[in-house]
């Protein structure tokens, strides 16, 4: 199993590094640069918007701009004397900038007639393959660190959506399946329809408002209570801050698990093992959940990979609905604001997500069924 | 007996005189409960004064740190002595260029020490360095040095003398130098990766001081107990809460289920429902100008060959001509054909207020005589006549027969762009196209994504774009004005991207700010004649300034807001218990 994992891991390399690529160049490519909109402001003048592309590198070629991001700045121009200044560079970087006038434009010596120059600052990135996603343009630090302190909320919402629906949506589509045609069986098919047909915000908000404001039950928003002091309790005293979002995260996982999970049972049951099953004499109940259900699983870990995925991506409609502090906020807002770093850390953590997700989901094959090998 | 009669007089007295004066007898420190307004949007950013470049890290850091310069609440002009304000006055030496700025001499940050001149000072060192990453060019252009005289008395030399340098101030604020000087260093350049920007140790000076940042949740600050300008003689409520709420209608049923505090800008949609509510008492309503303006920029120059206003040695580069708003008649056709009374129903729930120019009604340089275009159909299609656009076909758009910039033939088609996601803007737009094809245009309005938009504004390859601007408070004329002289229409970067060039309105935008004296009325005429010629000439179509309403629960005591400040005096606000 280790040389399975190995492999496949292996064989993520390259698609990471196209993942990557694609991305980079897809948001480098749009229309709109991160000055123009940290910089829509009346109040600033032409230099300071030429100024800003400076000091982003948004002015650099974009294969520079990818390296930098990949492999960092401080190998490209580098300060050998100590003086702050970068004195030496490679081949293909620039040692000096020109200085602007207030137009932004290249200040020209009025003498010579040459553009005046002025010395950079030596590279001070790392680059993501030493660890260094670098600093937030909008937030100004260190991208990473803006990511993970939102995460926490991300996997408390993700992870409990995730299981309540998941469970919920095996035990309901088992049910059914068992009693294909009944009652119940019309009753979760309509509720699934219902459910995936009402929108993540609509359904939010109608909770909010019976479950928070008219009932008062649950509370509108947030993931504690807002108090003065800086304490958030342990999740186990706050509950009941995250049944409102759980219910709406885990309603679609509940009504699409339920209908594969139905699906997947009515197959098995039909198959010619499950009749050798009944004529050896084992009951139902045996029938069904012993060696039903075990095959019937097979298909859903499919669907488990992904969710972990999303699981770890957040839901930025749920968690604005519910001013949730997690990362799906920030996953939406960064484009809106090309905010790159965060937006390629973002895609970095995806590609991950859903690289470990398969894998997970490629595990759990071989765990339910042993037909399945590592090879 | 007589004793008795004494004792009782005394104690009458002692309960009338309570009556009488207390409500403004000294409260306890923090003795209410906390504040909480909700904080519709991110996560401050900062709350380092120097590299603050937000709205969201300027509201925290303004409950926090005292401006420099402090805005009286009810002028709403910059005022030595303005509560919130270090400066208690200053004067002007003979050269127009020396400003001697006098402290107060009784603030104190958390941390007991006092605050001085040496903390602007600090403040002015770094930003000057020009090493910072937050933009703060009209501060560098026009400081040309500043000197600690002593620890409440600070020189500040300016490159030259024009009447706008207190408003070049506006950013300065006091840091706790000692701290400062001890995190940061002269390190100017790397100031942005220091984890004290967001935990902050030491704050001051104003009615609250850090307490905590929960990302992504709230921002918490706790009472000041050394403010000394409390309206109390204490900070009453216990704290400020800055909390985050994500979704509008979940803001609004948070309020009218009591857990925020106050809103201080209601949405459109539930403005009738929380007026009606006001009056019935329960809420406290107030409504004040906005401090915004929407407009619509017409690309006066040839959108296929953009070009700078002016070369390297200032003079003016030819810009050719937009084939249709090339032509003023066009401009101002545009404008005499919108039914304001038709688009503030459809897209601003009413709220809206007409406006000519980008100068509010509040401001100071408000000319008197200033005044929108008024709906007239018939007027617009006599100009479109007039600029040679009839319709001789016969298909309800005109074409150009005998136009000035357009050849014969090419239809009066104009494409308008406006920020996607924003349901007003999109209602506006919408509204106004059907408004100016029924004289004869064919209108397309586009929605695109607001990154995208800024992006063809500063290229200057649309024919007419759509956003709002916040305006600063107090108003610096210049602030905007500046935006229409040839030096600001720089492509990818300046901001006058309509290509805009009238020598007599930079004659005088130039003559008011440098005005000998800077005598006011003298000034404010000057902006009044600046303000007519953008308003006739339409380089923009100023379309609206709002109200923005602000509701309290009425549990709020003490809530006075003002047009200068919905907040001048938050340290009063004491809130019972429901």
């Known amino acids: 199993m280790i040389k399975y994992i190995a492999r496949r891991l292996l064989q993520s390399i390259p698609i990471f590094f196209g993942i990557t690529i694609f991305s980079y160049l897809l948001i480098s490519l749009a229309p709109g640069s991160p000055v123009e909109i940290l910089a829509f402001n009346n109040r600033l003048k032409p230099r300071e918007r030429e100024e800003l592309k400076y000091i982003l590198g948004t002015n650099d070629p974009l294969p520079v701009q990818y390296l930098r991001w990949l492999i960092g700045d401080d190998w490209m121009r580098w300060d050998s004397d100590g003086d702050g200044l970068a004195d030496s560079a490679v081949f293909f970087i620039d040692l000096y900038a020109p200085q602007l006038n207030d137009s932004g434009k290249p200040a020209i010596d009025e003498d010579t007639g040459d553009v005046l120059l002025r010395p950079l600052p030596a590279g001070n990135q790392r680059g993501i393959l030493r660890g260094d996603f670098g600093n937030s343009v909008y937030y100004k630090r260190a991208a990473l660190d803006v990511l993970v302190e939102r995460l926490p909320a991300t996997l408390e919402l993700g992870t409990t959506s995730l299981l309540v629906g998941l469970i919920m949506g095996v035990a309901i589509g088992i049910i059914a399946a068992i009693n294909r045609g009944g009652w119940f069986d019309q009753s979760s098919r309509v509720g699934a329809v219902i459910v995936n047909s009402v929108p993540n915000f609509g359904l939010g908000l109608l909770l909010i408002l019976v479950f928070g404001v008219t009932l008062g039950i649950f509370p509108l928003a947030g993931r504690c209570k807002t108090t003065i002091d800086d304490s958030c309790p342990p999740l186990p005293s706050r509950l009941e801050y995250l049944v409102l979002p759980t219910i709406v995260l885990a309603a679609g996982g509940v009504a699409g698990y339920s209908r594969y999970m139905r699906a997947s049972m009515l197959d098995v049951v039909s198959q010619d093992y499950i009749r050798t099953a009944r004529s050896k004499g084992l009951n139902e109940r045996s029938i069904w959940l012993r060696h039903g259900t075990r095959n019937a699983f097979i298909p859903i870990a499919t669907f488990i990979g992904p969710s972990i995925t999303f699981l770890l991506s957040g839901a930025a409609v749920v968690e604005s609905v519910f001013s949730w502090p997690g990362v799906g906020r920030l996953i939406v807002q960064a484009p809106g604001r090309r905010d790159f770093t965060v937006v390629m850390l973002v895609v970095v953590y995806a590609a991950i997500a859903n690289i470990l997700g398969y894998l997970i989901s490629d595990i759990l094959y071989v765990m339910i069924d042993p037909r399945i090998r590592f090879d | ?178 701290v400062y000087e001890e995190v940061y260093g002269d390190d100017y350049a790397g100031m942005d990766e220091n984890d004290y920007n967001l935990n902050p140790t030491v704050s001051g000076g104003e009615a609250f001081v850090f307490s905590n940042f929960r990302p992504g949740e709230q921002t918490t600050l706790l009472a000041n107990e050394d403010y000394t300008q409390a309206e109390m003689g204490a900070v009453v409520p216990q704290g400020w809460v800055y909390k985050v709420v994500t979704d509008q209608v979940v803001q609004m049923e948070q309020f009218f289920a009591g857990e925020l505090t106050f809103v201080d800008s209601v949405p459109q949609a539930n403005r009738d429902d929380v007026r009606t509510r006001g009056q019935a008492g329960e809420f406290q309503t107030f409504e004040t100008p906005a401090g915004t303006i929407r407009f619509l920029s017409l690309n006066t120059a040839d959108p296929s060959n953009p070009q700078d206003g002016l070369d390297a040695d200032g003079n003016a580069i030819d810009q050719g001509h937009h084939p249709i708003l090339g032509d003023v008649r066009v401009r101002q056709a545009l404008n005499y054909g919108m039914n304001f009374d038709e688009v503030n129903e459809g897209a601003f729930f009413g709220t809206g207020v007409p406006v000519a120019s980008h100068v509010r009604p509040t401001d100071w340089s408000f000319p008197a005589g200033l005044e929108p275009y008024p709906f007239d159909a018939d007027a617009a299609m006599a100009l479109l006549d007039e600029a040679g656009f009839t319709d001789a076909d016969g298909d309800g758009v005109r074409e150009c027969n005998g136009c000035m910039h357009a050849e014969d033939g090419a ?114 005429a000057m902006y009044g004649e600046a303000y007519q010629i953008l308003r006739d000439e339409s380089p923009w179509i100023w379309i609206s300034t709002g109200n923005v309403l602000l509701a309290a629960q009425t549990n709020v005591e003490n809530w006075a807001p003002r047009a200068g400040g919905a907040r001048w005096n938050i340290d009063a606000w004491t809130i019972e218990e429901q």
């Open chain 2, 411 to 524: 239809p009066l088609a104009l494409t308008v762009k406006t920020n996607a996601g924003n349901t007003s803007q999109e209602a506006l737009y919408t509204i106004l196209q059907d408004q100016w094809n029924e004289l004869g245009f064919d209108i397309t309005v586009e929605f695109v994504e607001f990154g995208t938009l800024v992006s063809e504004f500063t290229a200057q390859t649309y024919d007419a774009i759509g956003v709002f601007w916040g305006l600063a408070t107090p108003a610096n004329p210049n602030g905007i004005a500046d935006i229409f002289l040839p030096g600001a229409d720089v492509v990818g970067s300046g901001y006058n991207t309509q290509s805009f060039n009238n020598p007599r309105l930079n004659e005088l935008i130039e003559e008011a700010r440098n005005l000998p004296g800077c005598d006011l009325e003298t000034r404010k």
């Open chain 2, 1 to 178: 007996m007589n004793s008795l009669i004494r004792i009782l007089s005394l104690t009458m007295l002692l309960l009338f005189s309570a009556a009488l004066f207390g409500h403004v007898a000294a409260q306890d420190l923090g003795s209410g409960a906390p504040i909480i307004e909700p904080n519709f949007g991110d996560d401050p950013t900062t709350f380092n004064p120097i590299i603050a470049n937000d709205g969201t890290s300027y509201d925290v850091i303004n409950r926090m740190f005292p401006d420099f310069i402090g805005v009286d609440s009810e002028t709403i002009a910059y005022m030595g002595g303005a509560k919130g304000g270090l400066v208690s006055s200053w004067d002007i030496a003979e050269d127009g260029v020396t400003y001697t700025f006098h402290l107060r001499d009784d603030m104190v940050w958390s941390d007991g020490a006092p605050i001085t001149a040496h903390d602007v000072a600090w403040f002015l060192k770094a930003t000057l360095s020009g090493e910072t990453t937050s933009p703060r060019q009209q501060l560098q252009d026009s400081v040309a040095s500043y000197e600690v005289l002593d620890d409440h008395t600070l020189n500040i030399v300016f490159n030259e003398a024009n009447c706008t340098l207190i408003d070049t101030l506006n950013p300065v604020y006091p840091v706790p130098a000692h």
